[in-house]
């Protein structure tokens, strides 16, 4: 059964520093680009980041560009999400979610390519 479980979330002070892990199961990850999207109360799920399949490819929303990092290890099945300088903006559930594709170099932000999602974990960023 594939499936995608974030950790890492947690409560930490503006200016902190949290990494999340994606970590997968039940298929290859290197067979499929990966995201971080997130969703705070009464607002649409929004893209954080991609990476490709190879992880030289890896695209950021303008909001978290220069704070945020992502990265892979295939052999470990897992994406992380490192994200500095935390602002009480970034507070949100975040989700790590999959796609399969062909193409090794690229990879898009778009929640409607992705099929498979974790089930999210709780950032919160407060004093």
């Known amino acids: 059964q594939l499936q995608l479980v974030e950790s890492g979330g947690g409560l930490v002070q503006p200016g902190g520093s949290l990494r999340l892990s994606c970590a997968a199961s039940g298929f290859t990850l290197s067979y499929y680009a990966i995201g971080w999207f997130r969703q705070a109360p009464g607002k649409e799920r929004e893209g954080v980041s991609c990476i490709s399949r190879s992880g030289g490819s890896t695209t950021y929303a303008d909001s978290v560009k220069g704070r945020f990092t992502i990265s892979r290890d295939n052999a470990k099945n897992t994406v992380y999400l490192q994200m500095n300088s935390l602002k009480a903006e970034d507070t949100s559930i975040y989700y790590c979610?999959?796609?399969?594709?062909?193409?090794?170099?690229?990879?898009?932000?778009?929640?409607?390519?992705?099929?498979?999602w974790g089930q999210g974990t709780q950032v919160t960023v407060s004093s």
């Open positions: 979610a999959a796609y399969s594709t062909s193409v090794q170099g690229q990879c898009v932000i778009s929640p409607r390519r992705y099929a498979y």
